[in-house]
């Protein structure tokens, strides 16, 4: 772990975070379509916008089993169908490594011009990542890195540590110099690297401010777990002023074991951006407060990408003549002052 020390090391990850912002301007301004998911759908702007060459796609990810991944699925659809000339094959979603597998090595054999991949285990889709590039085939890598650097051409993703540093950060701000402020954190499944990093960056963030998580359990990213996860955690603490949950759809749990015990004394943050979550954030009307972003769109901007590279193009709003290898998303937290701004590519739990 590197010994950066904590203040240096959120200082630097916002600027990783602006600079990413600002080169992804190209790719994420919102359309005033009304779909429920994700509103991303675009085409770009200056020359970026104007139809080239035909490209076919191919999109794989996993099943749509969760708010958040349903989400990513239609807006890579939606984006698709945006641009008249990208043909996409939508592989079914699925969680068996085995079928995911095959359905890349599919494309491979039918030739397509890039696949764009949220792969259910990244380790796994390292092989046949790695075959499809040997092909000649870009690959877009989506929020779930392989193990080898030359699995993808480009890999876009969220934030997770951004994540935990921005719901952090807002507790120190409610806190307001009051270093005995009890701050309690719900996770999601501990075993895996993203929620590692959300919990290590939001303990670096609030050790900058002198707090630190007292009560801490973890869920599994479903309703259920997270209204176990949270009933355990209401009974082991009697007092909290400060509650993050990972995961928004997890947090529909988590809000129905919190009115079960009549508990109010405490401001709640969420994790994810779902549509929900912000409605209840809009109407102020329960203790969640807050949630922090991790967006929905990496999909749709998987297909952006997979169209530019596949016809040789940058991003417009780069001096760069190619797209970069690695783009990440930022993790801004989202409050009554600025929901309006992020609803549109909310999703629904």
Not at 63 to 91: R, T, Y
Request: charged share 20%.
């Amino acid at each position: 772990m590197s010994t950066t020390t904590p203040r240096r090391r959120l200082l630097a990850l916002a600027g990783v975070a602006a600079a990413a912002s600002l080169a992804l301007t190209a790719c994420t301004n919102s359309s005033d379509g009304d779909d429920d998911t994700a509103n991303v759908s675009n085409t770009g702007s200056g020359d970026n916008a104007e139809a080239g060459d035909t490209v076919t796609i191919g999109f794989s990810a996993p099943a749509a089993d969760h708010g958040w991944m349903g989400a990513i699925s239609s807006a890579a659809v939606e984006q698709a169908e945006a641009f008249e000339d990208v043909e996409l094959v939508n592989a079914e979603g699925t969680n068996d490594v085995n079928l995911q597998i095959s359905q890349v090595e599919t494309f491979i054999n039918d030739k397509v011009d890039a696949i764009v991949l949220l792969p259910f285990d990244g380790a796994a889709m390292t092989d046949v990542a790695t075959r499809a590039m040997e092909a000649g085939i870009p690959v877009i890598n989506v929020d779930r890195e392989f193990d080898s650097p030359f699995a993808a051409r480009t890999t876009i993703l969220g934030d997770n540590y951004g994540m935990g540093v921005s719901a952090g950060r807002y507790v120190c701000e409610q806190a307001d110099g009051n270093t005995d402020a009890v701050v309690a954190e719900i996770a999601g499944i501990d075993s895996l690297p993203l929620t590692q990093d959300r919990s290590q960056g939001f303990a670096d963030a609030l050790e900058d401010c002198g707090l630190k998580v007292s009560n801490r359990v973890a869920a599994e990213f479903t309703v259920e777990s997270g209204e176990r996860a949270a009933a355990n955690l209401l009974q082991a603490a009697p007092k909290i002023d400060y509650l993050w949950n990972h995961d928004d759809d997890q947090g529909v749990g988590v809000l129905a074991a919190i009115e079960n015990a009549g508990r109010d004394e405490f401001v709640m943050i969420g994790g994810a951006g779902s549509a929900n979550v912000m409605r209840s954030i809009e109407a102020d009307d329960t203790v969640l407060k807050a949630t922090v972003i991790y967006p929905s769109t990496q999909g749709a901007d998987g297909i952006k990408l997979a169209r530019l590279i596949a016809q040789g193009k940058s991003m417009s709003d780069l001096a760069e003549v190619e797209v970069p290898r690695k783009i990440q998303l930022a993790a801004p937290i989202v409050t009554k002052d600025n929901v309006d701004q992020y609803m549109d590519s909310a999703f629904e739990s």
